[in-house]
C-alpha cells in the first residue's frame, strides 16, 4: 500500500509563498505520474498540475497558477513538490496529493489511486 504524506501547508497573506510537499513511502517515480489537486468547500476536487513519470511532461490544467505554481520532484527522496508563489485569496483550499501507476499524465481524479491526507492552505486578503 503506498502511502502519500504532504505538508508544508498553513496560513499565508496574499503575494506570499509557500511550498508543499509530498512523501511517498514506496512507490517508484519514474512508473507513476503525480499531482496536485486542490479542493474547496462545495466543490469538486481539481487538479492543479501534474508531472509524468518520467518527468518530461508537465501539465498546468489550473490557467490562473501558471507562472505562479511549479511542480518539481526529487526522486532520491521520493518527494514531489508544489513551490507556489504570488498567492492569491482564491488559492485558498485543501491541497492533496496524488498518484497513479502509469507514467502519463491523465487530468481526471478517478484516475489517480493514491492519495495523500491533505493539507490546508489559506491565503488572506
Known amino acids: 500500500q503506498e502511502q502519500l504524506v504532504e505538508s508544508g501547508g498553513g496560513l499565508v497573506q496574499a503575494g506570499g509563498s509557500l511550498r508543499l510537499s509530498c512523501a511517498a513511502s514506496?512507490?517508484?517515480?519514474?512508473?507513476?505520474?503525480m499531482g496536485w489537486f486542490r479542493q474547496v468547500p462545495g466543490k469538486e476536487r481539481e487538479l492543479v498540475v501534474a508531472?509524468?513519470?518520467?518527468?518530461?511532461?508537465?501539465?498546468y490544467t489550473a490557467d490562473s497558477v501558471k507562472g505562479r505554481f511549479a511542480i518539481s520532484r526529487d526522486v532520491d527522496k521520493n518527494t514531489v513538490y508544489l513551490q507556489m508563489s504570488s498567492l492569491k485569496p482564491e488559492d485558498t483550499g485543501v491541497y492533496y496529493c496524488?498518484?497513479?501507476?502509469?507514467?502519463?499524465?491523465?487530468?481526471?481524479?478517478?484516475?489517480?489511486?493514491?492519495w495523500g491526507q491533505g493539507t490546508q492552505v489559506t491565503v488572506s486578503s
Open positions: 514506496r512507490l517508484t517515480f519514474l512508473a507513476y505520474a
Open positions: 508531472i509524468s513519470g518520467r518527468g518530461d511532461n508537465i501539465n
Open positions: 496524488a498518484a497513479r501507476p502509469y507514467s502519463n499524465i491523465v487530468l481526471s481524479r478517478v484516475a489517480y489511486e493514491y
